[in-house]
Structures are given as C-alpha cells and as structure tokens.
C-alpha cells in the first residue's frame, strides 16, 4: 500500500515538473520568437531598435500569457489521475474483501457456537 502512495506522489512530482518545464520553455520561446521577428523587421526597416524592443514585448506578454493558461489547466483539472484511480479502486476492493472475511468468520463462529450449544443439549438429555 505503501508502494502504491508513493507511486502516486512520485505521478504528481512528475506532473509538476512537467508543468514547470513547459512553463520555463514556453517563455524563453516566446521571447526568442518575438525578439527574432522583431530583429528581423529592424533589419528589414533599418530602424535597429525599434521592432526589436517590440518583439521582446510581446514575446514577454505571449509568454504570460501561455504561463496562465497552462496553471489555470494544472489548477482546474479536476480529474484524478490514473495512479489515484487505481489507488481508490484498491482500496475500495480491499474494504470490500474485509467485509466479506468478517461475514464469514462470524458466520463460522456463529456455526460452531450452534454446535458446541448442541452438544450441550444432547448431553444434558442424554
């Protein structure tokens, strides 16, 4: 069971590096694009500066941008993930199996009680 948890914790760690990574790479993405294309119409304008600068703005914006977009997705997920699924179904099947040994081991000793009163009986008429 313990095994189990950690598998599920070691499923979320690894979901949330996956979203740190995609946040950092969808950034530095971002700004290169917006950067090179802005470069690219300084160059194409000769107005050095200008379209660079730009770029760099809305490369940081486009950036923000995804980075909320990607933890709004993280935060509203309200599906559990398989390891979680996996765990409560293990956990319901081993509920499940307790109850049942319970039944039947009171189910045993209610047998032998009603043997062990019969035999009283038998002896005490015999």
């Known amino acids: 069971m313990r095994d189990r948890r950690k598998k599920t914790q070691t499923g ?7 979203l ?3 946040i950092g790479l969808s950034m530095v993405c971002a700004l290169a694009v917006g950067g090179l294309l802005g470069y690219g119409a300084d160059r194409l304008f000769h107005t050095l500066p200008v379209f660079t600068i730009i770029g760099l703005f809305l490369g940081v914006a486009a950036g923000f941008r ?13 599906e559990p993930s398989a390891a979680a699924k996996a765990d409560a179904r293990q956990e319901e099947a081993e509920a499940e199996f307790r109850r049942w040994k319970n039944l039947r081991d009171n189910a045993d000793g209610d047998a032998k009680d009603s043997e062990k009163a ?9």
């Open 12 to 18: 979320e760690t690894m979901r949330m590096l996956f």
């Open 20 to 22: 740190v990574t995609q």
């Open 66 to 78: 995804t980075t909320w977009q990607l933890v709004a997705n993280y935060a509203k997920d309200p």
């Open 118 to 126: 019969g035999e009283e009986a038998s002896r005490r008429n015999g």
